[in-house]
T-cell receptor, first 114, second 109 residues
């Protein structure tokens, strides 16, 4: 099993450009998440999904959109990138284990917006 | 609102010394607490969860509801423990995690 994979690993955008980050998981997990990691701020939840075709806002959703058309994929879109979106983005998926939900993380995507 | 606070951004101890990473939470309901770890050039992974009452790699963490804390402890630190550690709170009934700011632990030889 590849677990959780993210594409691309690195990307540099100019202000105003758009892009889509792809997250894929092969563990048949119901739940998927997108986080951003910034120095001194930990991981903050952007959007999440509790199943195919459903999405919900997290703590910092502004400027991002998501889609979950297939159970194994969760896409994060930036329609008009801003320098404040420079960050490392992590995708995760989760399953119920031992009465609680354990999240499995991808390797991250480092995005720089100039 | 739910909140997780890790007061130390950086923590440095010598090999063989005890280590304690602090975590405090704010939540009015029944919390589920976790510690996640990110070693250099590796992805974030679950270290331990309070519901399991387990010891992983020599680390333990006890949930103290009175002090709303979930500190991570290890009696004798090893160099391979150097990593970024995140405390996280799961709201009961929800499948979301709230993370603390993280503590970078460095074990000196």
């Amino acid at each position: 099993n590849a677990g959780v994979t993210q594409t691309p690993k690195f990307r540099v955008l100019k202000t105003g450009q758009s892009m889509t980050l792809l997250c894929a998981q092969d563990m048949n997990h119901e739940y998927m998440y997108w986080y951003r990691q910034d120095p001194g701020m930990g991981l903050r939840l952007i959007h999440y999904s509790v199943g195919e075709g459903t999405t919900a806002k997290g703590e910092v959703p502004d400027g991002y959109n998501v889609s979950r058309l297939k159970k194994q994929n969760f896409l994060l879109g930036l329609e008009s990138a801003a320098p404040s979106q420079t960050s490392v983005y992590f995708c995760a998926s989760s399953r119920l284990a031992g009465g609680t939900y354990e999240q499995y993380f991808g390797p991250g995507t480092r995005l720089t917006v100039t | 609102a739910q909140r997780v606070t890790q007061p130390e951004k950086l923590l440095s101890v010598f090999k063989g010394a005890p280590v304690e990473l602090k975590c405090n939470y704010s939540y009015s309901g029944s919390p589920e607490l976790f510690w996640y770890v990110q070693y250099s050039r590796q992805r974030l992974q679950l270290l331990l969860r309070h519901i399991s009452r387990e010891s992983i790699k020599g680390f333990t963490a006890d949930l103290n509801k009175g002090e709303t804390s979930f500190h991570l402890k290890k009696p004798f630190a090893q160099e391979e423990d150097s990593a970024m550690y995140y405390c996280a709170l799961s709201i009961q009934g929800a499948q979301k995690l709230v993370f603390g700011q993280g503590t970078r632990l460095t074990i000196n030889p």
